[in-house]
């Protein structure tokens, strides 16, 4: 009896719809969150900067066609410091500079590098030829950069210079920049690449390294003094 008296009083407080009422509208549903967008890193507004042409240049990447290439142009630009020493005296001087300028580099390369990698490989560094060439060429670029870098202001003193031993000297000043600077990149390179080797063969490549260096001076400065008319050649 209470259990069926206590479920009418629950049936009579429950409310009665009013049919006479207007239908009510349903409620809305609840938006749903949008996911967000992920944050923009740092690096998507700013600008991607391009590799420059010099350190393409110098860059030991690529097969042997792009070694040569590299090799090619970097024999280019040491030319062009040639002919602003040719401008002194013009005609067939261009031509002479321009061939005599970058005969040392290549020389250097073609001549030292080889005997340098046999001593080496005496000595089990590990160096392969590509690496070689590599450095022969990074280093023929970079003094051909130096050179071309140092063309304009060398024309204008050799031109104007009124005497020659001036206009000499200053042509001198600019192969020895640029050539020391080439075989500093050269012998930096194969160091680089003899980094794992051990404590033995690694001090037995810094010595041969240096008579290597001595060389190139002594090789670099007679084919100069031979081939320019500006600093004493024929």
């Excluded at 393409?56 to 970097?74: F, H, S, T, Y």
């Excluded at 050179?147 to 000499?168: C, N, R």
């Excluded at 690449?193 to 001595?214: H, I, K, M, P, Y």
Aim: aromatic share 4%; no cysteine; net charge neutral.
């Amino acid at each position: 009896m209470q259990t069926t008296s206590s479920l009418a009083d629950v049936w009579a407080a429950a409310p009665v719809p009013d049919p006479s009422a207007p239908p009510r509208a349903p409620s809305p549903e609840p938006a749903r969150a949008t996911p967000s967008a992920p944050p923009a890193s740092a690096d998507d507004g700013a600008p991607r900067v391009r590799p420059s042409r010099a350190r393409d240049l110098l860059d030991l990447g690529g097969g042997a066609r792009a070694i040569a290439a590299r090799a090619a142009l970097g024999t280019g630009l040491a030319a062009v410091y040639g002919l602003a020493l040719g401008a002194r005296e013009g005609g067939l001087a261009f031509l002479t500079h321009a061939a005599g300028v970058p005969a040392a580099l290549v020389a250097v390369a073609l001549v030292g590098l080889p005997s340098l990698y046999v001593v080496l490989s005496i000595f089990d560094a590990p160096l392969s030829i590509e690496r070689a060439a590599g450095a022969a060429a990074r280093g023929i670029a970079s003094g051909g950069l130096v050179l071309a870098g140092l063309a304009p202001l060398a024309a204008l003193y050799v031109v104007t210079s009124e005497s020659a031993h001036a206009a000499a000297l200053t042509g001198t000043l600019g192969l020895a920049l640029g050539g020391l600077l080439g075989l500093r990149h050269l012998v930096s390179t194969l160091r680089e690449a003899l980094e794992e080797a051990d404590s033995a063969t690694r001090l037995v490549a810094t010595l041969v390294q240096l008579g290597f260096g001595l060389f190139a001076v002594l090789l670099g400065w007679r084919i100069w003094t031979a081939l320019l008319p500006l600093v004493g050649g024929a």
